[in-house]
């Protein structure tokens, strides 16, 4: 829950205009993408898995890479085609676990999805740092570079759980 209180506050800094800013955000989205492992860790270690904190880790985790990802189609730092990926292959894995959890199946996140989610939580600190616009080779931005390791690993993770739940979908029952 702290996560998930800490979005707005993230989203009001840093559409906020004020020196420091970006670094705060960063801070902000820092801490709340570290709640997700400390809420892991003493979910697991107390045995305290709930249905609510099934439902409301990830949630919480897709809230606040989407706030910083509009931000950023906002702002111009990620295109919005790149946007569109990855807000698509959440709502594709979102369905296709609610049409496993009518079948009686549960679909744990996969290492792909861990390794996405990872990914774009560091993606997103380095777009939030006064890096995010540096050329690096040839015009290519630090941005650019977070924007395609953010896209890869999403349609990766996506295919993944499509390709090793595809009994799910099976058309013909």
Known sequence: ????AMIPIFFVVMMMEFPYADLIALFIFAVASATDGIDGY??????????????IDPLADK???????MIFVQWGQMPSWAAMIIITREFAVTGLRLVAVEGGVVIAAGTSG?????TSIIAICFMLTPLHGRNLLA?????????????????????EYFVQNRALLDVRK
């Open 42 to 55: 003493i979910a697991r270690k107390y045995n305290q898995v709930s249905d609510f904190g099934k439902f």
């Open 139 to 159: 015009g290519i931005t630090v941005d650019d570079i977070c924007v395609w390791l953010m896209v890869i690993t999403t349609v990766w993770s996506g295919v």
């Open 63 to 69: 809230l606040l890479v989407m706030s910083a990802i």
């Open 1 to 4: 829950m702290i996560r998930i």
């Open 114 to 118: 861990k390794v996405k989610t990872v």
